[in-house]
Each structure stands twice: as C-alpha cells, then as structure tokens.
C-alpha cells in the first residue's frame, strides 16, 4: 500500500488536480450531412451545410424555426455554437419532457438580453432569470448548458448564470434548438445559425 501511495504521489504532484474520467459524449453532430430521423419535427426551414445547422422562418404559421431531437438526459452537459444573422433577435435551446408533460426549460440568447423560462407543470411559465446582455449580429459564440439535478448552470460567451427549480430536475426527452430569425420574409429576413453540437452526460 506504502508503495502504491508512493507512486501515486510521484505521478501527481501536491497541489495538482486529479482528474475525473472524461464525461460519456451522448451526441456530437457534425451537420455536414442530412439530419437523422432523431431529429424528428421542426418549425420553419432547416438545412445542414459544411458543419452548420441553418434554420429561418418559413410557411403560413407566424412562429420562428425550431428544431427537436429526442435525446434522454438527466444531468448532463450541452455545448454548442451559435449565429444570428441578418435581423434575427434571438436564438434558444429548449428542453421538453413527454409529449404529455410539455416544456421543462428554456435559454433564451437575445441580442440584449438573457433570459431562463421554467416550466413547472404543463402549461405554466416562470421567468428564473433575466438580464442584459449584449451580443451581435453575424458573430459566432460559445454556449454550454449543464445540468445537475433542479440546477442548470449556462455559459454564454464569458457570461455564467445559475438558476434552480424543481422541474429541472425532471428527465427531458427532447430538446429543440430554434429562436426568432427576423420574421415571415423567410432567409432573406434573417437566419439562425447552429454548429459543433456535443452533449456529455
């Protein structure tokens, strides 16, 4: 045992972290190719394209695109990379239970603000969090969303906000990325831009 000790000291020096097994990765798209039939309904019109998910309003129904997989996820991690383009106010990532339960979470990334929307029943709407922040048009950022029990941790560019609420909790079957791309006039109003989507439990 002395020896084992020994060793162990010797390969990780005082002060220096041990490091835990890398995460299980879940999902990690590439987009270059066409969207597997996980990727299973959606809003507005969505292609892939040399690693990027492109997605803008399209159609009768006044509503902004939106994209759903199914994935099963308790806790876990979702990083990804998102652009808004052309006049475009916001992109979001959504997380839904059942066909019966409905939403669980929502971040939504505007061009001014942050905000987090909970679900606690079927329903129901509960604004967790809102605050200014700025990002621009055209430029690609970084966001990762991780989940531990009723805390979601979200990470937007350099900004970290937490939010807890029982629901988060729950298992979520499905998750949908989509936002507002600049209304009815279809791409040339504005799109949203997705790309190196990773999910690690």
Known sequence: MKLIAALLLALCPLGAPVLAADAPTVLEESFSAELSKD??????TWTTKDGVLRGFE??????????????LLKDGVLECEF????????????????QERGHIVHLVIGTDTLRVLAHPKKGESAELLKQAHTIAVGTWYQVKVQFKGPTMTA???ATTLTV????????????GLGGDSGGPDGEK???????????TR
Not at 39 to 44: D, E, H, I, M, R
Not at 62 to 70: A, E, F, I, L, Q
Not at 83 to 98: C, H, P, V
């Open 155 to 157: 990470t937007v560019d």
């Open 39 to 44: 990727w299973f309904w959606g809003l507005g």
């Open 83 to 98: 652009r808004l383009e052309g006049w475009a106010t916001f992109a979001g990532i959504i997380f839904n239970g059942s």
């Open 58 to 71: 399209s159609g009768p129904r006044r509503h902004g695109p939106v994209k759903m997989r199914k994935l």
């Open 164 to 175: 807890s609420d029982p629901c988060i909790a729950e298992t979520k079957e499905t998750f």
């Open 189 to 199: 109003a504005g799109a949203l831009e997705f790309r190196a989507l990773k999910i």
